[in-house]
Structures are given as C-alpha cells and as structure tokens.
C-alpha cells in the first residue's frame, strides 16, 4: 500500500549524465572538441553536476576512451562539479590522474546485468569497489553510487526492491555519498517507483537517494514525478534524451534534461537551470550526431 504523498521539494538537483550516459552508446566518432562544447554548454546553462565520462576499458565502451582529454579541456566553472565513472581501482587513477574530483561506481540490482555489464557478480563488484573507497577517502574524492536494473533487467525480468535496497545499503555503507537507483530498461510504472523509494527508503535516508530512469516506455517523467511525492530530490537526466546502455538492450534514451526541467519548472520548484540555453546545448549535439533531439520540450520548442 502506498503511503501518503510527501511535500514536494522546493529544490532539486539534476545529475547531466548525457556526455557519458548519453554518448557511451553511440557508435559513430564523436570528437574530443564535440565533448568539450557539450560540456562547457551544459555548465553555462546553469547545471551544477555533469558526468563528464567514464574510466572504463575501452574494449567495453570504446565511446569513453578521450575522457581523460576530455576533462583536460573544459572550462571548469566554479561551483560545478565533473563526475566520471570508475568501475574498479584502475579507473579511480585514471580518474584522480586527469584532475576529477568526484567519481561514480556502478553496481546492479541483477547478477546477469552485473555480469554482463562489469564482468563480475554483485558481491564482486562491491569487493572492487572497497579499495576505490579507501583510495577516494585518501585523496579526498566524493565517491557516488549506482545500482542498475532496479524495477526491472533485460536479462532477468522483475527485480525485487529488498534486492535494490540490500545493493543500496552496502553502496552507502562502504562510504558512497548519494545513491542512484537507475530505471536501465525503462520498463517502471509510476507505482512501481513509489514502492522501490519506499522499500529502499527504509534501508537508506531518502535524501541520500536520487531516481535515474530511462524514458524507453514514456514513464520517465511520470516516475519522477512519482519520486518526487516520495521526498527524492536528485535526479539524474540526459540533455535531448541521449542515451540508452550499451549492454541493456532495447533500452532506449535517458529521460531528456530539458523535459525534467519543463516539469519541474512547471511546479514552482529551483533548479538554477536555464532552459533556453539548456535547448540549445541539445540543439548542438543533435546537430553533430545528426540526429533529432529526443526531448519533447526541445521539439515543441524549437517548432514555434
Ligand atoms: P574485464 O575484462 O573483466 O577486466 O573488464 P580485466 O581486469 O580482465 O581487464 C581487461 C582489460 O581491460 C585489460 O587490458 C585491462 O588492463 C583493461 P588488456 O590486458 O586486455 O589490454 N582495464 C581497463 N582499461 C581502462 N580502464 C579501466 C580498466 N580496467 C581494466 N578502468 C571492466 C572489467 C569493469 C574493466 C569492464 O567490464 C568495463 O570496463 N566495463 C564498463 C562497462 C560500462 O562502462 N558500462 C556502462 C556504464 S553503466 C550504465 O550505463 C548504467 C548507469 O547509467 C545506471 C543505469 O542506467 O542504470 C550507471
Ligand atoms: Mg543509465
């Protein structure tokens, strides 16, 4: 049974995933320059958190391999901070050596996804994960969480909430700041979200949580509004909907930034966000991947 709805925050943070989570899965060259002005234009829009790319092996996620050139040539705004993920210790030097300042690591809700998606186990993963937590603690490096394939995993179906929240509790035991519960596949209802936040709300304080959803069946927006009524108030978005995962298939974008914003604006609630240059921003990265931007709000906008 679902419990009464909490106040609506009157702040949120957006999470910008999309020149990692978004550009990972591209398959065609996407140059270092292109990143940078995704970058530098996701910043000047008023974003205080963008992923910027990964220290992963570029066997896996060749798209990844510049993000060391990449993070030599933004322009690092003050009061902004530069994410990258690091599935294990190899990635965190890589990360520490191009100047980051804060990391992701990256666990599942599922075995088969685990396996599929990092090589290992969930017990392994969080294994890996130990020396990473040492090492950031040491070089004073905020470290966050996520766990994938949490309402649902292409490989296994439905995924029980105590399994999401057993991986949550450990990621934020062993240190993680903030934990990011990913919708991979898309596949959540509205009250499927409330259930998860309220299972895993109970295990860890809901303001240490963040939703990130994929918009494949259209529920994106619905499941943050969902969140939100459950008190979460971090969300992590991809500008023009970029994204989807590499080893999660048929998972397509991420919800679109600027469609989040369009929601959250529309409910009175601070980002510090701007939207036209956040349209923008997807305006030009649409053009280089020659592709229309998957955000609705972007469409209608531009359409006018
Ligand atoms: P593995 O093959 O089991 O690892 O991969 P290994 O230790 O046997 O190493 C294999 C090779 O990779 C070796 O090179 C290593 O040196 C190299 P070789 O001897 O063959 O030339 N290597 C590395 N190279 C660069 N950076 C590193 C690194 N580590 C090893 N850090 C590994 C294990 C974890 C490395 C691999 O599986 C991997 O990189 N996976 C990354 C997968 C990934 O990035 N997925 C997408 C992100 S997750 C996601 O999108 C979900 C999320 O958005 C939330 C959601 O939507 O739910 C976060
Ligand atoms: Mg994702």
New binding site residues.
């Given amino acids: 049974m679902l419990l009464s709805p909490q106040p609506l925050p009157t702040h949120v943070r957006l999470v910008e995933?999309g020149p990692?989570?978004g550009l990972?899965n591209e398959a065609q060259p996407i140059s270092v320059a292109d990143k940078v002005q995704l970058v530098d234009a996701l910043s000047a829009a008023g974003l205080s958190y963008i992923e910027v790319g990964?220290?992963?092996?570029?066997?896996?996620?060749p798209q990844?391999a510049g993000s060391a050139e990449v993070f030599a040539q933004i322009q690092r705004k003050p009061g902004v901070t530069y994410g990258a993920?690091?599935?294990?210790l190899?990635?965190f030097e890589?990360a520490l050596a191009a100047g980051v300042k804060e990391v992701?690591v990256?666990a599942?809700a599922s075995e088969a996804f685990s396996q599929r998606?990092?090589?290992?186990s969930i017990s392994e993963s969080l294994e890996r994960f130990a020396p990473i937590m040492a090492a950031a603690k040491q070089n004073g490096i905020s470290v966050r969480g996520?766990?994938?394939?949490?309402l649902g995993c292409p490989y296994e179906g439905e995924i029980a909430p105590a399994q999401v929240a057993a991986v949550a509790r450990e990621l934020y035991a062993m240190g993680c700041y903030e934990v990011?519960l990913?919708?991979?596949i898309g596949t959540g209802t509205a009250g499927a979200t409330r259930h998860l936040f309220e299972v895993v709300g109970a295990q860890v304080p809901r303001a240490k949580l963040a939703g990130?959803f994929?918009d494949t069946y259209g529920q994106a927006i619905a499941n943050i509004y969902a969140s939100l009524l459950e008190g979460i108030n971090v969300f992590?978005s991809s500008i023009a909907g970029l994204g989807g995962?590499?080893?999660?298939k048929g998972?397509s974008g991420?919800v679109a930034t600027e469609d989040v914003l369009y929601l959250l604006n529309g409910l009175g609630i601070e980002t510090g966000i701007d939207l036209d240059a956040l349209i923008r921003a997807g305006q030009q990265i649409s053009q280089v991947l020659r592709r229309a931007t998957g955000s609705r709000v972007a469409k209608a906008h531009n359409a006018v």
């Fill in positions: 995933v990692r989570d990972q990964s220290f992963v092996s570029p066997k896996w996620v990844m993920l690091a599935p294990n190899r990635g890589d992701a990256f599942a998606n990092i090589n290992c996520y766990v994938s394939c949490v990011s990913g919708d991979t990130h994929h992590d995962c590499p080893y999660a998972a991420n």
